[in-house]
Structure formats: structure tokens, C-alpha cells
Nanobody, 127 residues
Framework: VQLQASGGGLVQTGGSLRLSCQPS????????MGWFRQAPGQERELVAA?????????YYGDSVKGRFSISRDNAANTLYLQMNSLKPEDTAVYYC????????????????????WGQGTLVTVSS
């Protein structure tokens, strides 16, 4: 499965961006998808994830709670990440990820639990 991510760019502090990720094949109801990010010199960290079996489920990293929102358009087979109130510390390469299993909650934060990864899209927030 290939994941095509898009929507990154340069934005000022306080601004908004929406990232999109479209798998090359239809995702099953048992899938889990997420957004991770990685800043230079830092480990890849979970931004947000959703488990398809639990419609509307959303899990967020502590640093983005209340500012970011993950959603999915079933018809378009596309995952989104709406990012509001962006801060300079949100600057990173953002990756979408997919696994064909329903992960337990504790594993949502584990990058190694995901099978497929997008190419990454750069988000830069200027101060």
C-alpha cells in the first residue's frame, strides 16, 4: 500500500493547515491510521491516530490536544489532519501511517506498529 500525503507548507504562528493522506488501495474496517511527525534531531512521535473499527475514534499526542483534529472521509478514502493555532514547535516533517490491524490504544503511539508510511510532508511554522 502506498500512502500519498500532501498539504504541508509554510505558515505563520497561529495559522492553520490541513494535511491529507490517501492510500493507494481501499482501507479495510480493521485498519488503523495515524499521523506522526519528526523534527530534526528528534524521534518520530504520534500526532494523531484513528481506529476505523471505532468510527470517530481519535487519539492525540499531548502537545497537540485541543489544536489538531484527525478525520476520515470514507467515500474519498482519505485521512485528514486539521492543524489550528500552529506554533513554531510544530515545525516538522509529518508522515501518515497505516496498519491493517486494529491497534490497542497503547500501540497507537508506537511507530513500529504501523506497516506502511507516506513520504512525509514538511510543515514549517514561522515565529
Amino acid at each position: 500500500v502506498q500512502l500519498q500525503a500532501s498539504g504541508g507548507g509554510l505558515v505563520q504562528t497561529g495559522g492553520s493547515l490541513r494535511l491529507s493522506c490517501q492510500p493507494s488501495t481501499r482501507t479495510s474496517r480493521s485498519s488503523t491510521m495515524g499521523w506522526f511527525r519528526q523534527a530534526p534531531g528528534q524521534e518520530r512521535e504520534l500526532v494523531a491516530a484513528t481506529r476505523f473499527m471505532y468510527s470517530g475514534s481519535a487519539y492525540y499526542g499531548d502537545s497537540v490536544k485541543g489544536r489538531f483534529s484527525i478525520s476520515r472521509d470514507n467515500a474519498a478514502n482519505t485521512l485528514y489532519l486539521q492543524m489550528n493555532s500552529l506554533k513554531p514547535e510544530d515545525t516538522a516533517v509529518y508522515y501518515c501511517a497505516l496498519t491493517r490491524a486494529t491497534l490497542i490504544v497503547s500501540n497507537l503511539y508506537n511507530a513500529g506498529a504501523y506497516e506502511f508510511w507516506g513520504q512525509g510532508t514538511l510543515v514549517t511554522v514561522s515565529s
